[in-house]
C-alpha cells in the first residue's frame, strides 16, 4: 500500500553498519524521493538482492527502485571519483540514475588534500581509526569557510580557493608528502563534474516543494549517533551529525517535515575504528559474533569490534532523534548463542550505577557494562517472516529489547535479503511496504 504524504527518517543508533541500507531499499518502494544529508564515501549502506550483494557508499539506497527520485543535500560530503565508480557498478547492474537524481550545488566536495590530511592525522596524531576518506578535514574546511562546494567549480574563484586549501594542507603534511597542484585539482574536479552537470542544482527548494505536493520522502541517515558529533563518543566520532539534527540542516527542510523516525540497531552491537564500547565482547563469542555475523567493513574491510546489545547507547540515541519504533537487524546471528547479554545500565569503578552515557572519553573508560542474561534459541530464526514463527527465546529477547528502551519494535530482520524478516502484527510500519 502506497503512503503518499507521510515522510519516514530512517537512522542508525549504534556504531554505524546496523542495516540501514537493507531497510532503506526495502521501504523505498513506497516513496517518491529517497534523501542522503550527511556523511559522504565513509558510510557503506549494503543491498542485497537476489543474494547478490551491492555497495553503495554516497548514492541514496533508493537507487535500485526506478520510480524513486534520488536526492543529495547539502550536508553531504562528495568525492566525485568514488561517485563515479559507484554509477558504473550500478550501471553494470542495469540501473541508471542520472536522469532521476538531484545533488546539491552546495554539497562540500572532498579534495584529495582531505585525504592526504586525514591520514597524516591518523599517522602522526591521536589515531581516531577514521575510514581515511578526508570525511573529516571535509566538514573542518566546511566549517572554517575554506571548503569548495559543488557550485564553487564554475566560479573565476575556483582555483584560488582550491590553491588557499592546498597551501594550508601542505603546512600541515610538510613537504615530504606530494600533493596534487591545484591546476591538476581543479582540472580532474571539472571532468568529473561535466558529466553530471543536468543533476545539480537547489535541492533546498526541490525539496520543498516536493513536500508541498505531499509527495512522499525518505531520509537516508548515514553512521549513527554514537558516531554523531555532538551526541556520540566525542572525540571517537564522524565530522557530522548523524543523528536528527542533521537531517534538516543537511536538507534545509523544518521538522515538522517528519511524520514518523525509524531507529535501526542490530541484535548486537558492533564498532569499528577506536573509542569506547562498554559491552565489547573480547573473547570467542565476539569472534562468533564477527564470523557469523560478517562483520567486516563494507568501505575499508576491517574487522569490526562485536559485542552484546548496549540499551544505554540505545536508549540514548532514541532520546536524541525521538525515535518511534526500532529496526532490530541481523537476529539470525543471534541463533545458537546461549546465554545472550543485554547490557542494561553502566557502572562506576566505584560501584555507582550509571543510566545514561558519560560525556568525555576518560568518564567512559572508568565504567562498565551491567549485563543481563537471556535465554537463547536453539531453532534458527534465519529467514522467518511471521513473529509467531520466532522462538518464544526469541521473542522475549526482542520484547526485553523494547522495554529497555520504551520504544517498540517497528521491524525485525532474519537475513540479508529483501524477504528475510517482516513487519511486526502492531508496529505503526503496516502498511507502509510495497
Ligand atoms: P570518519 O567518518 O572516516 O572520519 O571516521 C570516524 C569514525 O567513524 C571512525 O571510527 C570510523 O570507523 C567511523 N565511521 C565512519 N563512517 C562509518 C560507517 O558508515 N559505519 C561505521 N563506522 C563509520
Redesign the pocket.
Known amino acids: 500500500m502506497d503512503k503518499p504524504s507521510e515522510n519516514l527518517a530512517i537512522l542508525g543508533l549504534q ?3 546496523e542495516g540501514k541500507g537493507k531497510v532503506i531499499d526495502l521501504f523505498s518502494a513506497s516513496f517518491k524521493n529517497v534523501v542522503r544529508f550527511q ?1 559522504g564515501n ?3 549502506h549494503t543491498v542485497v538482492v537476489n543474494g547478490k550483494s551491492i555497495a553503495l557508499h554516497q548514492v541514496p539506497s533508493g537507487a535500485l527502485h526506478s520510480e524513486c527520485f534520488l536526492v543529495i543535500g547539502s550536508g553531504v560530503v562528495l568525492n566525485l571519483e568514488v561517485f563515479h565508480q559507484e554509477l558504473e557498478r550500478l550501471r553494470m547492474r542495469g540501473i541508471e540514475v542520472l536522469d532521476r537524481l538531484l545533488i546539491s550545488s552546495n554539497a562540500h566536495l572532498i579534495l584529495p588534500y582531505y585525504i592526504a590530511l ?1 591520514n597524516w592525522r591518523e599517522n602522526y596524531s591521536d589515531r ?6 578526508g ?2 578535514p571535509a566538514y573542518e574546511m566546511k566549517a572554517s569557510r575554506q571548503g569548495i562546494r559543488i557550485g564553487d567549480l564554475d566560479t573565476p574563484k575556483a582555483l584560488s580557493r582550491i590553491s588557499n586549501v592546498y597551501k594550508e594542507v601542505q603546512l600541515i603534511v610538510g613537504k615530504d608528502t606530494t600533493l596534487l597542484s591545484p591546476e591538476d585539482v581543479l582540472q580532474n574536479l571539472n571532468s568529473l563534474i561535466t558529466p553530471l552537470k543536468k543533476c545539480i542544482g537547489n535541492t533546498q527548494v526541490y525539496l520543498h516543494e516536493a513536500w508541498q505536493r505531499q509527495e512522499s520522502i525518505l531520509f537516508e541517515g ?2 549513527a549517533t554514537m ?1 554523531d558529533i555532538d551526541h556520540g563518543t566525542y572525540p ?4 557530522s551529525n548523524c543523528s536528527i539534527g542533521g537531517l534538516f540542516t543537511g536538507t534545509g527542510l523544518p521538522p515538522k517535515v517528519l511524520d514518523k523516525v525509524l531507529g535501526i540497531a542490530k541484535a548486537y552491537t558492533t ?5 569506547p564500547f562498554p559491552s565489547e565482547l573480547d573473547d570467542s563469542i565476539g569472534e562468533q559474533i564477527r564470523q557469523i555475523g560478517h562483520e567486516f ?1 563494507t ?1 575499508t574491510g576491517r574487522p569490526r569490534r562485536c559485542g552484546w546489545l548496549d540499551t544505554v547507547a540505545l536508549r540514548h540515541s532514541c532520546n536524541v532523534s525521538g525515535v518511534d519504533g526500532l529496526g532490530i537487524m541481523k537476529l539470525d546471528v543471534l541463533d545458537g548463542l546461549n546465554p545472550i547479554g543485554i547490557v542494561k545500565d553502566y557502572k562506576t569503578k566505584e560501584g555507582n550505577r550509571i543510566t545514561s552515557i558519560p560525556s568525555t572519553a576518560y568518564d567512559w573508560e572508568n565504567i562498565e557494562p551491567i549485563t543481563e542474561y537471556y535465554e537463547g534459541w536453539s531453532t534458527p530464526t534465519k529467514g522467518i517472516t511471521n513473529w509467531n514463527d520466532l522462538p518464544v527465546q526469541a521473542q522475549r529477547y526482542i520484547n526485553a529489547i523494547a522495554k529497555e528502551t520504551g520504544v517498540p519494535i517497528a521491524y525485525i530482520s532474519t537475513g540479508p535479503d529483501r524477504g528475510d524478516g517482516f513487519v511486526p502484527p502492531e508496529s505503526w510500519l503496516q502498511g507502509w511496504l510495497k
Open positions: 556504531w554505524g553498519d556523511g565513509n558510510a557503506g586525514d581516531i581509526g577514521t575510514t581515511g576518506r570525511i573529516g548515514a553512521q558516531l571517537f566520532v564522524t565530522s564498532r569499528v575504528g577506536a573509542g567493513g568501505t
